[in-house]
């Protein structure tokens, strides 16, 4: 089945992202543009900024933009900040101040400077007084369900408020008393005066300040007034000399007001509103930023809007932010995404400005192959069945060494102990084997890996037929360096020793939706319904004691299994907890 896909959408399937990879220097059209900018001189390098408003935990939507945005000034030699857009009090918390820091860093970026919108309040109100004395912005009365009203729609034009022509004298006087807390929520408005009859809705006299006496998580209780999202953002832009603006395509309708606030504000010719940030140390770049707009990141089989992730959380449909199925930063990289597999997605997907859904299984393609170059190679068994090799004698121990990586010699090697009794992978055996079936049966030769050959003589089976433990022989002429080594067996199965493996917790999760588009909500249906039941499921398994000997977040390929973390929280060298990241192959592929 293929995902379901609204018209003007296309889908991206694993194998047409070769482009982005392949080519040497990226080709966007944004750093295109940045190219032009600087051959033309506009710019003697650019600055940009990420921008994240400090409501929630950042998910993998937002790697796309902080690649971008930190990628961009990297490669060209400019530098980015990573600016709060914390206009917003009511929803803003300091939780998610550092937790968007930490992920950020951890993403492998750094800023030039850490702001806020709120550095800029002061600066902004200087602004809006500039605005009224111009006569570009008015006191409005109207209520915020009569401002509805009189805005509109997308076929009539908007009505003038009844307010729209006081004098700049009242509407400064009303602009101080707004400042000065004089009237309550809601009460009034400050309006840019634009035009009621724009055929772009965001330029019919939006409002740029509003009346919220709500504690501020960096300001306090010092503004009862908070400036709106479109104003504040565009200034902050200027006032930092961002050069290149990148936001996602749902802003394209709003860079006409963008424009508009930075020209009317003008702060490259009105330093005198940048006063109050030299008193406070913060350097001034006035210049006027260009806004750029390209399309989100969306994944199927994934809800991205903050919103969902909020009650996910809050419902305990998750276990917490850093759930291992969550999309958020902190989510995979708990899952064991690593910052360069998340790169490699981007890079991968390309910015463009067409809106795309990528498959979920591209995301894993990036976390293999990034794992396949890096993670040590280790045996764990995860459904275990007991092998006792009869020939061998009782208390018999002898150390293997062992390559970490096949691929890669630079990873050295290991001692495994190898000893009389072994735990194998119940599936690896079967009393009575489907076509085709290379593992061992009762009766048959297998590879044990890097140790040689057994064969199966008996099938111990409890009161109930049910399998207890195998026992076996081990061909002494197959072992490591003997002539033998190399006969031929249809099957390798990797194993580890019982008396010297460490019992851990082994955490299988998959995809945390069970359909492609979650936010798919006909039939009365919305993302709750469409929740993987088997998104989860933890077993006891056993690893070698070189796995369980390992600092959390180490990730390993556990041979023939899967990809595998410690975890970042739980794991402990005595009583290890892996998490597994992804599958050795894509096992979705088939299920659609
Ligand atoms: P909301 O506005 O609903 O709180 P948001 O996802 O827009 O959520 P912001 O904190 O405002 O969150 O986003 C910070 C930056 O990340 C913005 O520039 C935004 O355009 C970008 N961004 C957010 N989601 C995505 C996405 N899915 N793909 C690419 N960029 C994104
Ligand atoms: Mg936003």
Redesign the pocket.
């Given at each position: 089945m293929a995902a379901p896909t609204p018209p003007n959408v296309t889908s991206v399937t694993p194998d047409q992202h070769t482009e982005a990879g392949a080519a040497p220097g990226k080709q966007d059209f944004i750093r295109q543009i940045v190219r032009d900018d600087l051959a033309q001189g506009r710019h003697t390098a650019p600055r940009t900024r990420?921008?994240?408003?400090?409501?929630?935990y950042?998910?993998?939507?937002?790697a796309?933009?902080?690649c971008l945005d930190f990628g961009i000034a990297a490669e060209f030699g400019g530098v980015c900040n990573l600016r709060f857009?914390d206009t917003n009090p009511a929803k803003e918390d300091p939780e998610y101040v550092q937790a968007i820091q930490d992920d950020v860093r951890w993403l492998g970026f750094d800023w030039a400077e850490l702001r806020h919108a709120s550095d800029y309040f002061e600066v902004l109100y200087l602004a809006a007084e500039k605005l009224v004395r111009q006569g570009d912005a008015f006191v409005c009365d109207l209520s915020a369900e009569q401002v509805r009203e009189y805005r509109g729609s997308l076929t009539t034009p908007g009505r003038n408020s009844p307010y729209r022509d006081r004098s700049v004298e009242e509407n400064l006087d009303l602009l101080r008393r707004m400042r000065a807390g004089e009237f309550a929520d809601g009460a009034r408005t400050l309006r840019a005066k634009i035009d009621m009859a724009s055929g772009n809705i965001n330029m019919r006299d939006p409002a740029l300040y509003r009346i919220k006496k709500v504690a501020h998580q960096n300001t306090g209780d010092a503004w009862p007034i908070y400036p709106m999202y479109d104003y504040a953002h565009s200034l902050s832009d200027a006032v930092e000399g961002i050069t290149h603006s990148?936001?996602?395509l749902?802003?394209e309708d709003h860079r006409p007001l963008y424009d508009w606030c930075v020209d009317k504000v003008d702060l490259a010719h009105s330093p005198e509103l940048l006063a109050p940030l030299l008193a406070r140390g913060l350097p001034n770049q006035a210049a006027k930023p260009r806004q750029i707009e390209?399309?989100?990141?969306?994944i199927n089989y994934t809800v991205?809007?903050?919103?969902k992730l909020v009650a996910m959380v809050g419902d305990g449909l998750v276990d917490g932010w850093d759930d291992p199925r969550m999309p958020t930063l902190q989510g995979l990289r708990r899952r064991g995404y690593t910052p360069a597999s998340l790169r490699l997605l981007v890079d991968r997907v390309g910015i463009s400005k067409q809106n795309s859904v990528i498959d979920f299984s591209v995301l894993e393609g990036c976390l293999r192959d990034d794992l396949d170059a890096h993670a040590p190679r280790r045996m764990a068994v995860i459904d275990p069945l007991k092998l006792v090799l009869t020939n061998l004698p009782e208390g018999h121990v002898e150390t293997l060494t062992f390559s970490n990586h096949p691929k890669d010699e630079s990873f050295g090697t290991r001692e495994v102990p190898f000893s009389r009794e072994l735990w194998i992978e119940l599936e690896d055996f079967a009393e009575v084997p489907p076509k085709g079936w290379k593992r061992l049966v009762p009766g048959g030769d297998v590879r044990l890996r890097g140790a040689g050959i057994i064969r199966c003589d008996e099938v111990v089976k409890d009161g109930d037929g049910n399998i207890v433990e195998l026992r076996g022989t081990l061909d002494p002429e197959s072992r490591p360096g003997m002539e033998g080594a190399n006969r031929k067996v249809k099957g390798t199965i990797h194993w580890v020793s019982a008396a010297h493996a460490v019992a851990a917790e082994i955490r299988l999760y998959d995809r945390l939706f069970s359909v492609a588009d979650p936010d798919d909500e006909s039939e009365g249906k919305t993302y709750r319904d469409h929740l993987n039941p088997e998104s989860h499921r933890t077993v006891r398994g056993w690893v070698e004691p070189a796995a369980a000997a390992t600092a959390p977040e180490t990730a390993f390929q556990f041979e023939r299994i899967g990809y595998f973390v410690a975890d970042r929280r739980e794991h402990r060298a005595d009583s290890p907890v892996f998490n597994r990241s992804v599958t050795l192959r894509d096992t979705w592929a088939t299920k659609d």
């Open positions: 990420f921008p994240p408003e400090p409501n929630g950042l998910h993998i939507g937002h796309k933009a902080i857009d990148l936001c996602t749902e802003f390209f399309s989100r990141l969306n991205m809007s903050k919103r």
